[in-house]
């Protein structure tokens, strides 16, 4: 069978609980080089501009699946420039990466960062005006993630969108060379390839949406190897 006709269930090491900081810190500062170069950082962008317009006084987004935070981060910056009044919450199951993103976002004042699984969250006020992930679904089985679209539905007022991997060889190869070549952290070298693998086809998204309910959505290949998965909600 291609190895790319079907999602593959091989896990990476980066869902092991038990990751030393010291590793999380070199596979997190790549994880943001590799957003910036391969422009994932500019596909965040593009979801949260679909999504808060028009603009209100003040707003709050979050990420689940966060990470270290360069996200939230990506859209600070481009905020310098739109000056919105934002809020942002990072929400992550492993503790290493919330302590990582709490010293790397040191700059958002107005940040908030929760070490929880995201289906147990309690948002402290109001729901989010804007909830998105990116490069986070992909850890997921398609059960799971049929549930997380449901969740995203009912947790945020204006919407939410999803940022994450199609599976294709070019993508594979690319990458698999890439971090062979220029990668130190074993994790990067180990889980980019990996993460490729299971990725989405296009029809498996428009499944899995139609599976959650979600009738109203729009569904966009991205540079470089993409999808962005844009629900605004009724």
Not at 147 to 163: D, H, R, V
Not at 173 to 196: C, E, G, M, Q, W
Request: charged content about 25%; hydrophobic content about 40%; some cysteine.
């Amino acid at each position: 069978m291609n190895r790319f006709s079907q999602r593959s269930a091989q896990s990476e090491l980066i869902d092991n609980p038990d990751i030393p900081f010291k590793e999380w810190s070199l596979c997190l500062h790549e994880l943001n080089v590799i957003n910036t170069r391969l422009g994932g950082h500019a596909i965040t962008i593009r979801g949260i501009r679909s999504l808060i317009r028009p603009y209100k006084n003040e707003m709050t987004i979050a990420e689940i699946g966060c990470g270290g935070g360069d996200n939230l981060k990506a859209i600070h910056h481009w905020n310098k420039h739109a000056k919105l009044n934002i809020r942002y919450i990072g929400v992550d199951l492993n503790k290493a990466c919330i302590d990582f993103a709490r010293l790397n976002c040191k700059e958002l004042l107005n940040a908030h960062f929760i070490h929880a699984d995201y289906r147990h969250v309690a948002f402290p006020e109001e729901k989010p005006d804007v909830i998105f992930s990116s490069l986070f679904c992909h850890h997921f089985k398609n059960d799971q993630l049929t549930e997380m679209l449901q969740w995203l539905t009912l947790n945020t007022q204006k919407g939410f969108f999803i940022n994450d991997l199609q599976r294709h060889p070019v993508a594979y190869y690319a990458i698999k060379l890439l971090t062979k070549v220029f990668s130190r952290s074993n994790l990067i070298k180990n889980d980019a390839p990996v993460s490729v693998l299971r990725g989405f086809h296009k029809n498996e998204w428009k499944q899995l949406l139609r599976k959650a309910g979600i009738k109203n959505y729009k569904l966009r290949w991205q540079w470089a190897f993409r999808y962005l998965i844009i629900v605004k909600n009724e």
